[in-house]
């Protein structure tokens, strides 16, 4: 069983950042991803990162603002957000799946119920 702990939400001004974390021990054995969901909205794969040659999609909403990157060491992946919009206020949650590709995977081809593991969610308001 992993128990992913999302951290690091909280509430920004527009053009401002937050470094979101996900930890669990047993992490680098699954792709790792963070999505979000909006109120009244579906949820949406924001950045994934393969646990094995480490490559990474964005969502084209995030692309150039966010970074997602993984330390193996210490059994957790971040996700940098720069120059954030009242765009990107949702609930943010990082899931786990272990066989897939990072597009795949972010792109939900797969049902909400078939990703191996959710985090409880942490949230992120942009307002002025």
């Known amino acids: 069983q992993v128990q992913l702990v999302e951290s690091g939400g909280g509430l920004v001004q527009p053009g401002g950042s937050l470094r979101l974390s996900c930890a669990a021990s047993?992490?680098?054995?699954?792709?790792i991803g963070w999505f979000r969901q909006a109120p009244g909205k579906e949820h949406e794969g924001v950045s994934c990162?393969?646990?094995?040659?480490?490559?990474?999609y964005y969502a084209d909403s995030v692309k150039g603002r966010f970074t997602i990157s993984r330390d193996n060491a210490k059994n957790t992946v971040y996700l940098q957000m720069n120059s954030l919009k009242a765009e990107d206020t949702a609930v943010y949650y990082c899931?786990?799946?272990?066989?897939?590709?990072?597009?795949?995977?972010?792109?939900?081809?797969?049902?909400?119920?078939?990703?191996?593991?959710w985090g409880q969610g942490t949230q992120v308001t942009v307002s002025s």
């Open positions: 899931v786990a799946l272990r066989y897939t590709t990072v597009q795949a995977m972010c792109q939900m081809r797969v049902p909400r119920d078939a990703y191996d593991y």
């Open positions: 047993g992490l680098n054995d699954y792709f």
């Open positions: 990162i393969s646990n094995t040659d480490r490559s990474t």
